[in-house]
């Protein structure tokens, strides 16, 4: 059973940067999607950022996030970073480390796609 350990969540003003980081242990599987999904109070949990273990580790993003957060993966393979830049209000959420079985299928995953979650880490944006 792997288990995902969050941190780097704050409060910032609009503009400003923060990076989320999630290490997994207990997790033996040759492949994986791992990365970032976020649910904003009243709204339903969506997917941010992941990042697949192939050649060039492609990486996914939404488009309301794309060109201003950056997903890497740690050498060991079990850890991801988000960095994200340019924050805005809207980006206020829980966030949610997650990792799928196997390969990011060529798009951004479903939140019931996901077998594995982290507690989550809270982003606050002011404005």
């Known amino acids: 059973q792997a288990q995902l350990v969050e941190s780097g969540g704050g409060s910032v003003q609009a503009g400003g940067s923060l990076r989320l980081s999630c290490a997994a242990s207990g997790y033996t599987y040759s492949s994986s999607c791992m990365g970032w999904f976020r649910q904003a109070a009243g709204k339903e949990r969506e997917g941010v950022a992941l990042?697949?273990?192939?050649?060039?580790?492609?990486?996914y993003y939404s488009d309301s996030v794309r060109g201003r957060f950056t997903i890497s993966r740690g050498s060991g393979k079990n850890t991801v970073y988000l960095q994200m830049n340019s924050l805005k209000p809207e980006d206020t959420a829980m966030y949610y480390c997650?990792?799928?079985?196997?390969?990011?299928?060529?798009?951004?995953?479903?939140?019931?796609?996901?077998?594995?979650w982290g507690q989550g880490t809270q982003v606050t944006v002011s404005s």
């Open positions: 997650a990792i799928m079985i196997g390969t990011c299928r060529g798009r951004l995953p479903r939140d019931y796609e996901i077998n594995y």
């Open positions: 990042v697949g273990t192939g050649v060039g580790y492609a990486a």
